[in-house]
């Protein structure tokens, strides 16, 4: 069974990227309003019996929505996180703290947690949110067959640690936040400039030289690069699209399909087969 991924929206408005088999899907984080992402999931045929759960990366504001965590505690759907992201979250959420008291609020256990058909890991990713912040690989298994997805959408810097996470991954969400030129030339405040360059987020060159590394240390590069969280106003879709498809190629791995996101649109699917 194919596995499919498909980010409903990515931005400082708002982030969710469902990952599902056709019967069972897993949404990363669910920052948007329950009328636009339930809305978005009926387009692809799920509704509340098909979510097994919803993992969060971390707890600003535009990761995770309180009416679509509490619908999510309505219908018994987990809601999971690391330890560290979970205790902040109900600090911040009255639909975590009733889900903590029902039994719905899952943390992870040495970095794992099997969700239903999913098995998936977590890993921290340096940015700036109280709780920290983190990255999940989804990985669904069906027979001898094993599929996986990685994701991280905010992301200060990369590093080793932090490469191990992508390598050999079958398909990839990765921020493309800024394009340097226009985050400095923004109008922006100097500290505000400051923070995304040095731990927010990450600009196009610096993921385009990531996924190219993260490449080079697999042994098959991912069937497709989903370029999350582009910046409305410091970046453009085409840009972030011309850095990475020029990286990729530059080192031989033109063969990957790269996918754009938007803010609040759903873009392609992306099909693991």
């Known amino acids: 069974m194919p596995l499919h991924v498909r980010v409903l929206g990515s931005s400082s408005s708002g982030n969710c990227t469902v990952v599902w088999d056709g019967t069972h899907a897993l949404l990363v984080d669910c920052g948007f309003s329950p009328r636009y992402t339930f809305r978005n999931l009926r387009v692809l045929g799920l509704g509340p019996s098909n979510l097994t759960g919803v993992l969060i990366t971390h707890t600003h504001g535009d990761h995770f929505n309180e009416g679509v965590l509490g ?5 018994r759907v987990p809601i999971c996180a690391p330890e560290s992201v979970a205790a902040d979250l109900i600090k911040r959420s009255p639909a975590a703290r009733t ?9 992870f ?25 983190y990255g999940y690989a989804i990985a669904h298994v069906e027979g001898q067959t094993r599929r996986t997805v990685s994701v991280a959408t905010d992301v200060g810097f990369t590093g080793e640690h932090l490469r191990a996470r992508f390598t050999d991954t079958d398909a990839i969400v990765f921020e493309s936040n ?3 030129m226009m985050l400095e030339n923004s109008g922006r405040p ?31 590069p991912p069937a497709a690069v989903v370029l999350a969280h582009i910046s409305q106003t410091c970046n453009t879709n085409a840009l972030a699209l011309e850095c990475t498809h020029g990286e990729l190629h530059r080192n031989g791995f033109s063969r990957t399909l790269v996918v754009e996101s938007f803010r609040m649109t759903a873009n392609k699917v992306v099909t693991v087969k």
């Open 71 to 75: 619908f999510l505690v309505e219908w």
């Open 99 to 107: 889900a903590a008291n029902e039994g719905l609020l899952r943390t």
């Open 190 to 220: 100097e500290w505000l400039k400051q923070r995304i360059r040095k731990i927010g987020h990450l600009s196009n060159q610096q993921c385009a030289g990531f996924l190219a590394d993260v490449f080079h240390h697999s042994t098959r």
């Open 109 to 133: 256990c040495d970095g794992s947690l099997e969700i239903a058909w999913f098995d998936v890991g977590c890993f921290e990713v340096p940015h700036d949110s109280p709780g920290g912040c």
């Open 178 to 180: 800024h394009d340097p």
